[in-house]
């Protein structure tokens, strides 16, 4: 080999050892390609949550990557089945970082879950965006490395409920069903300082969301006199709730929180048409499940997935949930630039404000900010059709440190 | 609360807890006619429930099949998958080791399998209503108010639980099922077969298990997991006594009712928490159950 | 009632000390070797693996040993994970006077349920105590100012003196101690007067009476022996994790464990310890597949049930045994 080639080959070989080094001390990361961590329940009673989630983030992802990927590099994912659960949520989390060495997770639709990752997330500073869990505990107090609530932050799904029922129905007698689990904790506590301010008594009975017979807690409700029923339950107690209150001549509003609108379709089959006289549902998308505006994102996954579009349930109705946590991702390493690293990609995050086209309210991040979206709009749902009402709602509710 | 208040409670609890318990009480006489003739408590019982929920769902949903076809198809279909279970499945544990863990654990392998392949048709994730067949129009019984759809609930099970009642006490099947039970050794000297008696046993129980299902879909709207009932069973057969044909009927309406009660003069939290909280106070204080009689070692 | 037991443990089969040796002497090389070689996740699952270890030594214990069909196990469990995690937030002491504690709360409940369980036998006893494991759950989703309820607990790190324990790898070798100390116990119990009247009892109470032993002392102290080993198991999940849930703490836990018990091997601690490590294996492998995990899981069951209820261990045997002399 003559001088010259070998100098500069060794010149090449250097510059490209320098460069590297700079982007090989993150993980997950080479010139070509960025690793993703997914996880979500993929398997197990809670599947509804997060299968289809899943496969919108991907779908999304395969998108970016056709279009020519981020700075040059492809986003390479890799998914891990969390259970819904604690235990399996952790050891997905710990596979991911440990063993196939992501550069950051996205991932979580189960909000207790989320909340054991917490601790692992924040000593090994790898940055996390949860899909659709709402994770209220793991956002507040904010952390460096998390994000999330790109659903909803249920401490907004309980005050915006009331703020809703005081300002539509001038209600100032409540009641307020929900779960005795995490969600329910969250939710009741947001909904207070709302309550407070509108002046509004609330009646609470918080249920199992494994129950069977509701006449107890209904009866209960009924005696309370209310001039509104806020249900902030998942949807087949909330189906059982309204069929009971048909059943017993109930007709006053009946408001059923985001965290219950499994499918209204089918929540029109279970209770029928006849229940939903006096009905409200509150929604944080920007148009209702199959409507015009989300039709591009239901062309996407019939064109990624022509096999599942074509069983029934699916997609399955939260699948649109996956867009704005992906987007947010990616918006996210864009901003980091040529040369991401994990800081960079965090800081980015932190003042990240966007309309994601999916959700009714902008994702927004802020300094002390880790919730993305506290918005939500009202559905008047008859059975057939469904009216949006005027009006964004959000609730009052402001972190604490105790 | 105020008296008015409370007699409404008070009435409407016992009222939709007899609708309930009604079904209770039918899975509940599934279980004990399984264990007062083999010994072995069916931890799958909830699943042959919700899955019979679900063969019936497929059929005349989305099959499109008339009900006077889904009904009875329902429930050969229960009856065989019990009765094959047992044949093929717990008589070749039972002849590889008699011990009763075994078994259990068995059923417990059982209800995993019914659970994953209900999961994987896709039916089972978003709650599913069962049509009502009876309307679900209200009814006023003094201060407490049920539906058409409740009082035909309670209606058919109690019917069901008394035709049971009369196949066990006054047939020859019956008899032979009572002599299994109460000494196998010796019913099988007499000529009984005994492999075809618990397959008989096994089918039956599907089969009640499955008109519970049939009963309560249209009620309490279906899931995969729909087959947890089945603690509020075992506790209704244990306040009953768990070897105890009518104790196990009787148990499931005190449960349906005290259900109620501790939700309504409780508190809602505390609902789940009654059918367990009933298990232990009976098992502890009378462990044979309200109609368990004194208790008695059987013989082998 | 039936006086049939419940459930008869398999026979005692004398080790072949050779490959058992071997057996042995590889297991301690991978033990030591683990954290070096892999990866933070392998060591998590291990772990993991390691507390269901003890976890089974527990339900040993009270079923392998003494015969009584304890289906609250995961109930213990729980109390000693909070016990121990509020004792260590509450007091600057080494860890492991934390996992005393939650050891100690745990088996006083289990003497206390051990006593009201006295008069129970076979299908009684085990709906009974699931009752209590059912009703401990709610007490953990509902106890609101002292478990955080429905929210979870985070669980502090572990210390040491000086040492504060931040991952799997820095937690790794105390689990490891932990667990060989628990079999350690275990396999003493099992050879003392206290393991003899164990078995006695399950084989025949009324013998065991003839003979002289004190048979509710010995059922009484059982449960208690067998809560406190799993109370000790919750402490050594705090080692390494940094969050309890009520959610894991129910009868899925117990079941578990169970399966495990008698997949290993009902009444050997090798088939205790051996199907942990298996199932344990199998259940995070399954993770894998979601389409079709529980499908599979339950088949397993059924299958083992069917052909192999003696445990893996002894159907090896069987098996190893047939092909070395035949038929």
Same mark, same amino acid.
């Given at each position: 080999m003559s001088m010259n080639k070998t100098a500069a080959g060794v010149t090449l070989a250097a510059s490209l050892l320098i460069g590297a080094a700079a982007v090989a001390q993150e993980p997950g990361i080479t010139d070509k390609a960025i690793k993703i961590g997914i996880f979500g329940p993929l398997s197990g009673p809670n599947m509804a949550y997060g299968f289809d989630v899943v496969n919108a983030a991907k779908m999304y992802y395969d998108k970016i990557n056709k279009e020519g990927g981020i700075h040059g590099r492809k986003i390479e994912y890799v998914v891990e089945d969390d259970r819904c659960n604690a235990n399996d949520l952790v050891a997905a989390v710990k596979k991911l970082v440990e063993q196939e060495n992501v550069f950051m997770l996205n991932g979580g639709s189960c909000s207790a879950a989320v909340v054991a990752a917490k601790d692992y997330v924040v000593r090994n500073k790898v940055p996390y965006l949860m899909l659709n869990a709402s994770g209220d505990g793991a956002l507040f107090p904010p952390t460096d490395y998390i994000f999330g609530a790109y659903s909803i932050s249920q401490y907004a799904v309980g005050g915006a409920m009331v703020e809703f029922a005081a300002k539509q129905f001038g209600a100032k007698n409540v009641a307020y069903i929900n779960h005795d689990d995490a969600y329910g904790a969250w939710n009741l506590e947001g909904s207070k300082k709302d309550a407070e301010v509108n002046g509004v008594k609330l009646s609470v009975e918080s249920i199992n969301p494994g129950i069977n017979d509701v006449t107890a807690p209904f009866l209960k409700i009924r005696a309370a006199n209310p001039d509104a029923i806020l249900l902030v339950t998942y949807a087949r107690p909330a189906a059982l709730l309204i069929k009971k209150a048909a059943e017993m001549g109930f007709n006053k509003p009946i408001i059923l929180s985001v965290t219950g609108t499994a499918s209204l379709n089918q929540l029109a089959e279970n209770v029928g048409k006849d229940a939903l006289k006096n009905f409200y549902t509150q929604e944080v998308m920007v148009d209702s499940p199959g409507g015009a505006k989300l039709k591009p994102i239901y062309d996407m996954y019939k064109a990624a997935y022509p096999d599942l579009a074509a069983k029934p349930d699916h997609p399955q109705t939260y699948m649109p949930y996956g867009i704005p946590s992906a987007m947010s991702l990616v918006k996210a390493l864009q901003d980091a630039? &040529?040369? &991401?690293t994990r800081e960079k990609v965090l800081a980015a995050l932190k003042t990240q404000d966007f309309d994601s086209g999916v959700m009714a309210g902008r994702m927004q991040f802020g300094p002390e900010q880790r919730a993305a979206n506290r918005s939500t709009i009202f559905i008047k749902y008859d059975g057939t059709t469904m009216s949006p009402l005027p009006g964004v709602f959000t609730s009052r509710w402001t972190y604490q440190a105790k | 609360m105020d008296l008015q208040v409370a007699l409404i409670f008070l009435q409407q609890g016992i009222a939709s807890g007899l609708v309930s318990g009604s079904v209770y009480a039918l899975l509940a006489l599934a279980i004990v006619v399984i264990f007062k003739t083999s010994d072995v408590p069916n931890f799958a019982q909830g699943e042959v429930f919700m899955a019979a929920g679900y063969v019936a769902l497929y059929l005349f949903v989305?099959?499109?099949?008339p009900i006077w076809v889904v009904l009875p198809a329902t429930l050969v279909v229960a009856f065989l998958a019990m009765a094959l279970f047992r044949r093929f499945v717990l008589d070749q544990v039972a002849k590889s080791a008699k011990d009763l863990v075994y078994l259990v654990i068995a059923t417990l392998g059982l209800s995993y399998v019914l659970k994953g392949l209900v999961r994987r048709t896709g039916f089972g994730d978003t709650p599913r209503s069962f049509p009502a067949?009876?309307?679900?129009e209200s009814v006023m019984i003094g201060q407490a108010s049920v539906t058409m759809l409740d009082l035909t609930i309670f209606g058919t099970a109690v019917t069901v639980m008394a035709a049971f009642f009369w196949m066990f006490n006054y047939t020859k099947t019956g008899r032979v099922m009572r002599a299994v039970g109460m000494n196998p050794k010796a019913a099988q000297l007499v000529g009984v077969d005994l492999r075809r008696c618990h397959m008989l046993i096994w089918g039956l129980s599907g089969g009640i298990s499955a008109i519970a299902a049939l009963l309560i879909s249209p009620k309490i709207l279906m899931t995969a997991d729909m087959g947890s009932i089945v603690m509020l069973a075992f506790a209704a057969a244990i306040v009953g006594g768990f070897s105890s044909l009518p104790g196990a009927v009787v148990g499931g309406f005190v449960i349906g009712i005290v259900e109620n009660m501790v939700g309504l003069f409780i508190s809602s939290r505390a609902i789940v928490l009654a059918p367990f909280l009933a298990i232990l106070i009976v098992l502890v204080l009378r462990p044979q159950g309200l109609f368990g009689g004194k208790l008695t070692i059987k013989k082998v | 009632m039936s006086s049939t037991p419940l459930a008869s443990p398999a026979p005692a089969r004398r080790a072949r000390s050779g490959p058992v040796l071997v057996g042995l002497v590889a297991a301690a090389i991978v033990a030591v070797a683990l954290p070096v070689l892999t990866s933070g996740y392998v060591v998590y699952i291990a772990n993991l693996l390691l507390v269901f270890v003890v976890l089974c030594l527990g339900l040993h214990i009270v079923i392998g040993e003494t015969g009584q069909f304890s289906m609250a196990h995961a109930a213990f469990y729980g109390i000693g994970i909070y016990a121990s995690a509020l004792a260590n937030r509450a007091v600057d002491l080494p860890y492991p006077v934390a996992m005393l504690f939650g050891a100690l709360v745990a088996g006083a409940v289990g003497l206390f349920i051990g006593a009201l369980a006295l008069r129970m036998r076979d299908i009684y006893l085990a709906l009974a105590t699931f009752a209590f494991g059912e009703a401990m759950q709610w007490v953990f989703a509902n106890w609101d100012s002292v478990t955080n309820g429905p929210n979870g607990l985070r669980i502090s790190p572990a210390r040491f003196g000086p040492i504060e324990i931040l991952s799997d790898k820095q937690a790794y070798p105390f689990v490891l101690f932990f667990c060989l100390l628990m079999i350690g116990l275990t396999v003493a119990i099992s050879r003392s007067r206290l393991g003899r009247s164990f078995r006695a009892v399950r084989e025949s109470e009324v013998a065991a009476m003839a003979m002289g032993i004190d048979v509710r002392r010995a059922r009484i102290i059982s449960f208690g022996l067998s809560a406190a080993v799993a109370g000790f198991a919750g402490g050594m999940f705090g080692l390494f994790q940094t969050f309890i849930h009520p959610d894991s703490l129910g009868f899925q836990t117990t079941i578990l464990v169970l399966t495990m018990v008698v997949v290993g091997g009902l009444g050997s601690i090798a088939g205790a310890i051996g199907g942990a490590i298996v199932f344990g294996l199998i259940s995070e492998m399954l993770r894998q597949a979601p389409q079709y995990q529980e499908i599979i899981y339950g088949a397993i069951l059924i299958l083992f049930m069917m052909y192999a209820p003696r445990g893996l261990f002894v159907f090896i045997g069987d098996r190893i045994r047939e092909a070395r002399h035949g038929r």
């Open positions: 630039g &040529p040369n &991401p | 989305f099959q499109k099949m067949l009876v309307s679900t | -």
